[in-house]
């Protein structure tokens, strides 16, 4: 089960791009998964193509694969997992959400 590593706070994508290229290293991961916050009909808005902005950032100072996930409907999973579990959201709302992102991919990539 994919459970968080650490949570990065946003100060601007240089100082992100930093501490995930040391993780990177230091953990010597192999692939990065990232949601892609898409509309609930599917489309691109604003957030979609500063995703799609930094990953391209991102991906010119590493050497791992990026792949890109839809994260829509994530954070309501979180949520419920959250609650059966007796655990209260908050702040962890955002880390459960991306776990239960990297959950799927792991779970899509099984036995690869």
């Known amino acids: 089960m994919a459970t968080p590593l ?3 706070e946003y100060e601007d994508d240089s100082a992100a791009i930093r501490h995930i290229v040391d ?21 691109a808005g604003i957030q979609t193509e500063k995703v799609r902005t930094f990953v391209d950032r991102l991906c010119s100072h ?16 979180a949520k ?4 059966a579990a007796g655990t209260r959201g908050g702040s962890g709302d955002d880390a459960a959400a991306a776990a239960v992102i990297l959950q799927a991919y792991l779970d899509e990539h099984a036995g690869r």
């Open 80 to 83: 419920r997992l959250l609650r």
């Open 62 to 77: 590493i050497g791992v694969p990026v792949e890109l996930r839809d994260e829509r409907l994530t954070t309501v999973s």
């Open 23 to 43: 993780i990177v290293e230091q953990k010597q991961v192999g692939c990065i998964v990232v949601g892609l916050p898409l509309s609930m009909d599917g489309s």
């Open 6 to 8: 650490v949570t990065i």
